[in-house]
């Protein structure tokens, strides 16, 4: 298949990323943690190859999954692990509703990180 055939490949696996519920980089997007002039430049990646984010997500359609040494949820403090599970689950569920309806880009973010991204000048972590 010609590369312009092709999604983008995740950079951990080498497979397709075939859509928006399996992106890594439209789910940190989701939380604010992507600014969306950096979309098209950085690598993607299937949620399920970023254990350290995956381990998070609390929701029946996705599966378990458990990342391993320091950053494992068990090695977390319980608050820390609550709160990211909250958090990246709105996230993941937030992915789930665009998959579904069209939405403008910019309208992809949760509310709560466009508002942090409106107080720190409109930029993601990335």
């Not at 590369?3 to 989701?30: H, I, K, N, P, T």
């Not at 992507?34 to 998070?56: G, M, T, Y």
Request: proline fraction near 6%; include cysteine.
């Amino acid at each position: 298949m010609a590369r312009c055939d092709q999604g983008y490949l995740c950079a951990v696996c080498g497979e397709e990323v075939e859509d928006l519920l399996e992106s890594d980089l439209y789910l940190r997007y989701v939380l604010g943690e992507v600014d969306p002039e950096l979309l098209h430049k950085l690598p993607e990646r299937h949620i399920r190859c970023n254990p350290s984010l995956a381990q998070f997500i609390v929701d029946e359609s996705f599966p378990t999954a458990a990342s391993d040494g320091l950053f494992a949820k068990a090695a977390l403090d319980p608050p820390f692990v609550a709160e990211e599970e909250e958090r990246v689950s709105a996230g993941y569920r937030r992915l789930k509703a665009l998959a579904v309806r069209g939405e403008s880009i910019l309208d992809y973010p949760l509310a709560k990180a466009r508002d942090a991204a409106e107080e720190s000048g409109g930029r993601g972590r990335e």
